[in-house]
């Protein structure tokens, strides 16, 4: 056997020889001993230059191949991965836990109480163009369940310490009750102290009755207060019952400080299909302490981010 260079037509041949780009890098294969035409060729057999010298290349792979590989080895490439992040609400009974995870949660508010004993709920948002995922416990506050409660703090990300605005004593309860446990069963948790129920604070049954026992709502001074006490990440106000939004906020705050450790975040949410209604006679107040992320909000709500 001999490799020569041959000419893109052969005599010899009947046949022209295609002459490709690769053909023109190469040689072809050529028998010497004659065939029923002469000298046969071989044109469906090329030799690399490489072969030809002895030496071997390995082939890089087609774009194609290679596209299908990396998506294999990196599925993120796609789409951006889903974070997920557990958060457990804690308060006294009646504070308004539940409330607050059904609006979130389903776009719904019940007027009808019914106790709580464990409770899951499951809801997605967007922050950022990254989609965040929560899963969220509702727990009871009832000491009842105190032996209990503790199987929902393993693995949280956050936790929610909720009191009732219109009940001073749920307040106390932070402190002597909700904090030191949060702090056995989950001391690596960040805590955000949740004020509900804000639409009671200018109500005027609940001030007649408060004043009854020389007492007046929680106000917003003593939450920012008490959170800065307990080391709390963020303090936030909402009401289930009028503002959606304030709801939204309190987990979109939430999860800022558990989850991202970016600066300055933009929220981005989707349209809600409940009517916002504005609480009268409350002002909109958000004050904001060592520069945490910027959160872009559709109502003004009062919202204390330490």
């Not at 990196?74 to 609400?89: D, F, N, T």
């Not at 949280?156 to 106390?172: G, K, M, Q, W, Y």
């Not at 805590?191 to 001030?207: E, F, I, N, P, Y």
Request: with cysteine; net charge positive; aromatic share 8%.
């Amino acid at each position: 056997m001999c490799v020569t260079f041959t000419s893109r037509y052969d005599p010899r041949t009947p046949r022209l020889l295609e002459q490709s780009s690769a053909a023109q890098r190469g040689v072809w294969c050529r028998r010497t001993r004659p065939g029923p035409c002469g000298t046969e060729l071989f044109p469906r057999r090329f030799i690399s230059q490489e072969e030809s010298s002895g030496t071997t290349r390995t082939s890089a792979p087609r774009p194609a191949d290679r596209d299908l590989n990396d998506k294999q080895n990196h599925p993120v490439m796609e789409s951006k991965a889903l974070l997920r992040c557990k958060i457990v609400v804690v308060g006294d009974s009646q504070c308004g836990k539940t409330a607050l995870l059904h609006v979130f949660a389903k776009d719904s508010y019940s007027e009808n109480y019914v106790p709580t004993v464990f409770e899951n709920y499951t809801a997605s948002f967007e922050i950022d163009k990254q989609r965040i995922e929560l899963n969220m416990w509702d727990t009871s506050g009832s000491a009842y369940y105190d032996n209990v409660r503790p199987l929902a703090y393993p693995d949280s990300d956050a936790v929610l310490i909720c009191f009732d605005i219109s009940r001073p004593e749920t307040l106390d309860s932070v402190v002597k009750k909700w904090q030191g446990e949060k702090q056995e069963f989950c001391p690596n948790a960040k805590v955000v102290l949740v004020g509900c129920k804000l639409d009671m604070r200018t109500d005027v049954s609940v001030m007649r009755e408060l004043s009854k026992h020389r007492l007046i709502p929680v106000t917003h001074e003593q939450g920012t207060n008490l959170a800065r006490q307990i080391g709390a990440v963020a303090y936030t106000e909402c009401t289930s019952k009028f503002s959606e939004n304030s709801v939204r906020d309190v987990f979109h705050v939430t999860t800022l400080a558990s989850v991202f450790n970016i600066h300055r975040p933009q929220v981005k949410r989707a349209t809600t299909r409940r009517t916002h209604k504005r609480i009268s006679q409350q002002p909109p107040r958000t004050e904001i302490h060592e520069h945490p992320p910027a959160i872009r909000k559709d109502r003004a709500k009062s919202c204390v981010l330490m």
